[in-house]
């Protein structure tokens, strides 16, 4: 299976044209699902010997160590896969197919409140460079609600101060254009007043060393300002992303606008903070209408 392995990640990269962080998900799963087929098989097994039953007894094991969605994304992984072998004529059917989705929890995104997201974005004061490029990270993610690869991704040409807005690539090599909010725009103009504005192909975000950030490196970033704030709550740069959709929605905003905000290609991605502004709505109600009072 490691010809076939190398020849599905080659087409998801060029012809597909994914993210390298899905590339990497797609390869790692399927390589996972090959130690178990040799465990099962031996060294020798082929894709043609692989079965619908094989499958489901892998994501039986699975059930032990990982959660409904994760189970789902190996799925996923493996019916691209088989789907790719069919296309090329290398098996005659997808046995993937013949095994159902594990139905995924409904879980509802956390997210920071008003107050919360405010304390954060302003934890960093410091007038030096890195203080202030860790405030305009702050702030564009809490503006932009961009995934951390969008952020680290941004050039200097990608943003538009004047006119608000910033360009990103988001996943699957898909451009969008967001606003950005004035706060974001006044510490990014800071930042980029500090480091002597930069070349428009230079990156946005850089590190001491004038190399560009990584997802890590924003973790961390966040990780120290959450400390600062003295929050328990466990708080990733995904969590400002969450904040932002669910801060809009609440605000009025139309779930199409968010979704083309977010950069999700479907509607039902979008949907998850509906619950969130529900949440919301009944906690109003209880308050506010004569019949919830106890």
Same mark, same amino acid.
């Given at each position: 299976?490691?010809?076939?392995?190398?020849?599905?990640?080659?087409? !998801? =990269?060029?012809?597909?044209?994914? $993210?390298?962080?899905?590339?990497?998900?797609?390869?790692?799963?399927?390589?996972?699902?090959?130690?178990?087929?040799?465990?099962?098989?031996?060294?020798?097994?082929? &894709?043609?010997?692989?079965?619908?039953?094989?499958?489901?007894?892998?994501?039986? !094991?699975?059930?032990?160590?990982?959660?409904?969605?994760?189970?789902?994304?190996?799925?996923?992984? !493996?019916?691209?896969?088989?789907?790719? *072998?069919?296309?090329?004529?290398?098996?005659?059917?997808?046995?993937?197919?013949?095994?159902?989705?594990?139905?995924?929890?409904?879980?509802?995104?956390?997210? *920071?409140?008003?107050?919360?997201?405010?304390?954060?974005?302003?934890? @960093?004061?410091?007038?030096?460079?890195?203080?202030?490029?860790?405030?305009?990270?702050?702030?564009? !993610?809490?503006?932009?609600?961009?995934?951390?690869?969008?952020?680290?991704?941004?050039?200097?040409?990608?943003?538009?101060?004047?006119?608000?807005?910033?360009?990103?690539?988001?996943?699957?090599?898909?451009?969008?254009?967001?606003?950005?909010? $004035?706060?974001?725009? %006044?510490?990014?103009?800071?930042?980029?007043?500090?480091?002597?504005? @930069?070349?428009?192909?230079?990156?946005?975000? &850089?590190?001491?060393?004038?190399?560009? *950030?990584?997802?890590?490196?924003?973790?961390?970033?966040?990780?120290?300002? #959450?400390? /600062?704030?003295?929050?328990?709550?466990? #708080?990733?740069?995904?969590?400002? /992303?969450?904040?932002?959709?669910?801060?809009?929605?609440?605000?009025?905003?139309?779930?199409?606008?968010?979704?083309?905000?977010? =950069?999700? %290609?479907?509607? $039902?991605?979008?949907?998850?903070?509906?619950?969130?502004?529900?949440?919301?709505?009944?906690?109003?109600?209880?308050?506010?209408?004569?019949?919830? /009072?106890?």
């Amino acid at each position: 299976m490691n010809d076939q392995i190398a020849h599905f990640t080659r087409y !998801l =990269g060029t012809e597909r044209n994914v $993210s390298p962080h899905t590339l990497e998900a797609y390869r790692r799963d399927i390589e996972q699902f090959h130690a178990f087929v040799r465990g099962e098989r031996g060294d020798d097994a082929a &894709v043609a010997d692989i079965d619908h039953i094989m499958i489901r007894r892998y994501l039986a !094991l699975l059930h032990k160590e990982c959660r409904k969605s994760s189970i789902g994304r190996k799925l996923a992984a !493996l019916r691209a896969f088989f789907a790719y *072998l069919v296309r090329e004529g290398e098996v005659a059917r997808n046995p993937a197919e013949l095994v159902a989705t594990p139905k995924r929890e409904k879980k509802v995104p956390f997210h *920071l409140s008003i107050d919360e997201v405010t304390a954060l974005v302003e934890a @960093p004061r410091e007038g030096e460079l890195l203080p202030l490029r860790d405030r305009a990270i702050l702030e564009t !993610l809490y503006s932009c609600g961009i995934r951390v690869s969008e952020l680290t991704g941004l050039d200097v040409g990608g943003i538009d101060l004047d006119e608000g807005l910033a360009r990103v690539l988001g996943k699957g090599g898909k451009e969008r254009i967001v606003p950005l909010g $004035s706060k974001a725009r %006044s510490a990014l103009a800071e930042y980029m007043a500090a480091r002597n504005h @930069p070349a428009a192909a230079d990156p946005l975000f &850089v590190n001491a060393r004038g190399g560009r *950030l990584t997802r890590r490196s924003v973790a961390r970033i966040v990780d120290k300002y #959450v400390i /600062r704030i003295a929050t328990m709550k466990k #708080v990733s740069p995904h969590t400002l /992303r969450h904040t932002f959709a669910t801060h809009l929605l609440e605000g009025g905003a139309d779930l199409r606008a968010i979704q083309e905000l977010l =950069g999700h %290609s479907s509607l $039902s991605t979008t949907q998850k903070y509906t619950h969130v502004s529900i949440d919301r709505l009944m906690e109003v109600y209880d308050k506010a209408h004569p019949k919830a /009072r106890k």
